[in-house]
């Protein structure tokens, strides 16, 4: 993918009009909290990514689905790379990396299931490595997340879900101004087994 395409977000507190039927946007504007904390993920990504999984298998898995043993390879994640920007391109996902502080990636935020007309949603998600986490990491990414969403992209509203138990992700959402909207009982099959989660949303008040 060219340099060209990595995103930029706007400040918060810049959000565009909303629109439900605006073309993709694939530019956004660094803004001086949150640059440089996500960017377009690419095909060069897959290495990095696999030594993340790897490296954090044991401590993603109570929080994740059930994954082939493909999918902590190089060549998994090409394809899982791949598959996530075709989506990109027919405008139903933005899938970033997260960055830490030196500009190494050291996870993935994607807004998936992205609607337009009268509902201009989408659902967001993440995930960072076992040696990352605890570090503002997924807060910083969140926050650019949804500066992106509520900025040129122009959307409503962003849901994300997480397992009853997981508060670390309950604080990340609650700190960037998410709030908890029910219980989904068994919402989700995670860890090969189905299991309640709690919803939270975020609704752009400018839009």
């Known amino acids: 993918m060219p340099r060209d395409d990595l995103y930029r977000v706007e400040a918060r507190g810049t959000s565009a009009a909303c629109r439900s039927d605006e073309p993709w946007i694939h530019r956004f504007w660094h803004s001086r909290d949150v640059r440089n904390r996500i960017r377009l993920i690419e095909l060069a990504d897959a290495e990095r990514l ?9 401590y993603l898995a109570p929080w994740e689905p059930h994954r082939a043993e493909d999918y902590f390879t190089v060549e998994g994640q090409r394809l899982v790379v791949e598959q996530a920007l075709a ?11 997260i960055l830490d502080e030196g500009g190494d990636v050291a996870g993935r935020l994607t807004l998936s299931d992205v609607v337009r007309g009268p509902f201009l949603s ?30 040129n992209l122009g959307l409503h509203r ?6 009853v138990d997981n508060v670390a992700s309950q604080r990340v959402l609650e700190k ?15 860890a ?8 939270f949303q975020r609704i752009n008040d400018d839009c």
């Open 50 to 58: 696999t030594e993340l999984l790897i490296g954090s298998r044991e």
């Open 87 to 97: 989506r990109h391109a027919r405008g139903e996902v933005v899938p970033w990396v």
């Open 122 to 151: 989408c659902h967001m998600g993440y995930w960072v490595g076992v040696d990352q986490a605890g570090r503002g990491l997924a807060t910083h990414a969140t926050e650019a997340a949804v500066a992106a969403a509520f900025g």
């Open 158 to 163: 962003i849901q994300a879900g997480t397992l």
């Open 176 to 190: 960037t101004g998410f709030e908890l909207i029910g219980l989904a009982p068994r919402y989700l099959r995670i």
């Open 192 to 199: 090969d087994a189905w299991r309640d989660h709690l919803l």
